[in-house]
């Protein structure tokens, strides 16, 4: 393979058979050489294919500067999560995370330890990319001495989060703040705590998660079930009326008019995470 550009000693783009641009990288494969060399494969520790151009543009930026362990972590962390989760990532992941990996080590060799105030309920709606984060924090320490604290473990998830659903890090964390305000309105209303472990709870909860991410972008329903939220309405009205204070709280915070959809779904699932109570 022919180089195309070299980003630093241990890094440089070429060129596939394909005439897809790869990034090549292992220690000193860039020594001494200059474009259009021929690069010495048996150097090569990792390729990396990016196909998204702008992700490509900006993964290189992050590899001139960022050292070549961290950059190497922070793979080693994306693949276990590939793993563990089985779904697709966006290719950002690269970016993101190994930005991330690699500002946090700065940060503790400084000193500065940064708390995550939604740690707990990041691992509550999101046990298995907190499980990445956690094995992420394992990870570090074992390859570069490194001893996060575990609110990392929460940062490094929600960048999970993010990859599967291609949103910004900002949203998925207001998707948690959400979710978590409107599961407290249903526990004040019943004056009670759940069983997290129940298969209700759990698909209570990712209604709630879908049903933020659709507030933040303003995404609706169809407002076509009103015939069947009135039968609900009778059947279970304390659920309804429960349901009707999320309304009233999502429409004073992010001005969202429920539909009568969201309403039903609302309901029927206040009521089965509630009808053994």
């Not at 950002?92 to 503790?108: A, C, G, K, M, P």
């Not at 019943?190 to 933040?216: C, G, M, N, P, V």
Request: hydrophobic letters at 40%.
């Amino acid at each position: 393979m022919i180089i195309k550009r070299v980003l630093n000693n241990n890094t440089v783009i070429s060129v596939n058979s394909m005439g897809v641009e790869v990034l090549l990288m292992g220690k000193g494969v860039a020594f001494g050489k200059k474009r259009n060399q021929a690069v010495d494969m048996e150097l090569v520790e990792k390729t990396f294919l990016l196909r998204d151009k702008d992700t490509l543009s900006k993964f290189t930026e992050l590899l001139i500067d960022v050292p070549m362990e961290h950059i190497l972590v922070a793979e080693k962390i994306i693949n276990f999560g590939k793993i563990k989760l089985g779904k697709n990532l966006n290719e950002t992941i690269y970016v993101n995370l190994t930005d991330h990996i690699h500002s946090s080590v700065e940060r503790y060799q400084e000193g500065i330890i940064l708390k995550n105030p939604l740690r707990w309920d990041i691992e509550r709606f999101y046990p298995d990319e907190y499980s990445v984060g956690e094995k992420a924090i394992e990870i570090v320490r074992n390859e570069l001495g490194i001893a996060f604290e575990i609110d990392e473990a929460a940062f490094i998830a929600i960048h999970f989060v993010n990859a599967e659903q291609d949103k910004t890090f900002q949203l998925a964390y207001e998707v948690t703040e959400i979710t978590k305000q409107i599961e407290n309105i249903v526990k004040k209303e019943y004056r009670t705590e759940f069983d997290e472990s129940s298969l209700d709870y759990y698909r209570f909860i990712t209604h709630l998660k879908f049903f933020a991410q659709r507030l933040l972008v303003g995404e609706h329903y169809e407002d076509d079930d009103v015939e069947l939220l009135a039968t609900l309405q009778s059947k279970y009205h304390l659920e309804y009326l429960c349901a009707m204070q999320i309304g009233d709280f999502v429409k004073a915070e992010f001005d969202y008019e429920l539909s009568s959809t969201e309403l039903l779904y609302l309901t029927a699932h206040i009521r089965r995470v509630t009808k053994n109570l």
